[in-house]
């Protein structure tokens, strides 16, 4: 089941993406989020865009996905950035189309004219992912991010409405 996001799955969202946080770099942040991070983080994106869970037939929150504005100059107004996080132990389910794919008509409902996806580079899964819901690989920045004591390519893909 796909729904909005509430203050009260905070805690299961930390235990996602913690996991990315502390294990790839997937994510470029290096210090785990708290709960209370988690949930004023939840409050402010929802205000303007969707923020989404998955949740399985036992209620436990497997995956989330949600939008931001791509930049802050009022030009970029139709654009947004996309982030989703799947529970390491849920891949290959079809939870990340599934949000994607519930996800995609509320932002053309809401004049959103580009998505875009940033993906730290190699990554294959997301890279594949991605062009298979139709996004095309517009840019890529050298060795633009370092964890892990490791430079990071981050290659974006768009998605035009």
């Not at 729904?3 to 905070?10: C, G, L, V």
Request: with cysteine.
């Amino acid at each position: 089941m796909i729904r909005d996001a509430e203050i009260t799955d905070a805690s299961a969202l930390c235990g996602i993406y913690n996991y990315y946080i502390e294990n790839t770099s997937v994510t470029f942040e290096e210090q785990k989020v708290s709960v209370q991070e988690m949930q004023h983080r939840i409050e402010d994106h929802r205000k303007d865009f969707p923020w989404l869970v998955c949740v399985n037939e036992a209620g436990s929150v497997t995956g989330y996905c949600y939008a931001t504005k791509w930049r802050q100059r009022s030009a970029y107004s139709h654009s947004v950035e996309l982030s989703i996080y799947v529970d390491k132990d849920q891949h290959k389910k079809g939870i990340a189309t599934a949000l994607y794919r519930e996800l995609f008509p509320l932002l053309k409902n809401m004049n959103v004219h580009v998505m875009v996806a940033g993906i730290s580079l190699p990554n294959d899964p997301s890279r594949l992912f991605h062009e298979k819901l139709g996004f095309s690989k517009i840019a890529q920045f050298r060795e633009i991010g370092k964890k892990f004591g490791v430079w990071t390519d981050v290659g974006y893909w768009e998605y035009l409405f």
